[in-house]
């Protein structure tokens, strides 16, 4: 199991009622052919904009009260439905307009200087998946929109350091850059890392530090906001029982392996589903364990 924004969209969860699984394949479509447009193949900085720009007009013809392309246009299996399942459900459009704005930053952005700019990205490319699930079940309101968009960004920075290697073979750094400096350290220690260089000892004792703080972050996120996967009823709330506590897990993973995801990503296989499963089934004691751990 791995943690990310999109794949937490429950396009295949038994969880998930049948009245909502066609509205959610159909945003789960959008949010994904969107990321793909800025993170895949060999297509031009230009080109992947202007193909981004395409689905945010379609999406404000759909603000406005319009059709959003032709039937016959190439975009139309993607956004003829998602306009239907916008009415239906009375969804507001910023969220899709928020993801569209984080995928427009993929093209451009592959670091982030301090923990204010990450966290606004983590804003609008993460929160927006939060907010639409809670509007689907008709749930979204003041105190469950703040609590999903703290799952929802501490989910999304567990997985940017579950994908540290990953990314770096992107060109991606999304360890801000402040947070680097005040632990002497820098790209090069990255790529020391990710290529199976030795580093100084030093080195490694200040990445453990560092990582600790970013762990602990994310962590504390994702237990401000669980209390909304217990006060949401029935299904919605176990699936969100489930994914806050597999972020927990790959939390956990990367205390157990000292923050080297170098030698080996942390992710979750069998007896960890059984776990989370067990969790999720039990009270909100379940995360007494996940309180801040002194270290000496």
Same mark, same amino acid.
């Given at each position: 199991?791995?943690?990310?924004?999109?794949?937490?969209?429950?396009?295949?969860?038994?969880?998930?009622?049948?009245?909502?699984?066609?509205?959610?394949?159909?945003?789960?479509?959008?949010?994904?052919?969107?990321?793909?447009?800025?993170?895949?193949?060999?297509?031009?900085? @230009? &080109?992947?904009?202007? $193909?981004? /720009?395409?689905?945010?007009?379609? +999406?404000?013809?759909? !603000?406005?009260?319009?059709? *959003? #392309?032709?039937?016959?246009?190439?975009?139309?299996?993607?956004?003829?439905?998602?306009?239907?399942?916008?009415?239906?459900?009375?969804?507001?459009?910023?969220?899709?307009?928020?993801?569209?704005?984080?995928?427009?930053? @993929? &093209?451009?952005?592959? $670091?982030? /200087?301090?923990?204010?700019?990450? +966290?606004?990205?983590? !804003?609008?490319?993460?929160? *927006? #998946?939060?907010?639409?699930?809670?509007?689907?079940?008709?749930?979204?309101?003041?105190?469950?929109?703040?609590?999903?968009?703290?799952?929802?960004?501490?989910?999304?920075?567990?997985?940017?350091?579950?994908?540290?290697?990953?990314?770096?073979?992107?060109?991606?750094?999304?360890?801000?850059?402040?947070?680097?400096?005040?632990?002497?350290?820098?790209?090069?220690?990255?790529?020391?890392?990710?290529?199976?260089?030795?580093?100084?000892?030093?080195?490694?004792?200040?990445?453990?530090?560092?990582?600790?703080?970013?762990?602990?972050?994310?962590?504390?996120?994702?237990?401000?906001?669980?209390?909304?996967?217990?006060?949401?009823?029935?299904?919605?709330?176990?699936?969100?029982?489930?994914?806050?506590?597999?972020?927990?897990?790959?939390?956990?993973?990367?205390?157990?392996?000292?923050?080297?995801?170098?030698?080996?990503?942390?992710?979750?296989?069998?007896?960890?589903?059984?776990?989370?499963?067990?969790?999720?089934?039990?009270?909100?004691?379940?995360?007494?364990?996940?309180?801040?751990?002194?270290?000496?």
């Amino acid at each position: 199991m791995t943690i990310d924004h999109y794949e937490n969209f429950p396009v295949a969860s038994l969880l998930l009622p049948a009245r909502l699984r066609e509205p959610v394949r159909h945003i789960y479509r959008f949010a994904r052919t969107a990321d793909d447009i800025a993170d895949e193949g060999d297509a031009s900085a @230009d &080109v992947r904009l202007a $193909r981004l /720009d395409e689905y945010r007009q379609a +999406l404000l013809r759909i !603000r406005d009260g319009r059709a *959003p #392309v032709a039937p016959d246009h190439e975009l139309a299996a993607i956004f003829l439905p998602l306009a239907e399942v916008i009415r239906a459900f009375g969804l507001s459009c910023d969220p899709f307009l928020d993801l569209l704005s984080a995928f427009s930053q @993929d &093209v451009g952005t592959s $670091r982030y /200087d301090t923990d204010a700019a990450l +966290l606004d990205y983590c !804003r609008r490319s993460a929160n *927006p #998946v939060g907010r639409l699930m809670l509007a689907l079940y008709g749930k979204l309101d003041k105190d469950n929109g703040r609590d999903a968009d703290a799952i929802c960004t501490g989910l999304q920075l567990a997985n940017f350091w579950q994908d540290i290697a990953i990314d770096w073979r992107k060109d991606r750094v999304y360890i801000p850059q402040s947070a680097l400096r005040a632990h002497h350290l820098d790209d090069i220690h990255i790529h020391r890392r990710v290529q199976g260089l030795p580093v100084p000892s030093q080195e490694t004792d200040a990445w453990r530090a560092m990582m600790r703080e970013r762990v602990a972050q994310a962590r504390a996120l994702l237990v401000s906001g669980a209390p909304l996967a217990w006060r949401l009823p029935g299904r919605i709330g176990l699936e969100l029982r489930l994914v806050v506590h597999g972020g927990l897990r790959i939390l956990e993973r990367l205390d157990q392996v000292g923050y080297d995801m170098f030698a080996r990503r942390p992710t979750l296989g069998t007896a960890d589903r059984l776990l989370l499963l067990w969790r999720g089934l039990s009270g909100r004691q379940s995360l007494h364990r996940f309180s801040p751990v002194r270290h000496s």
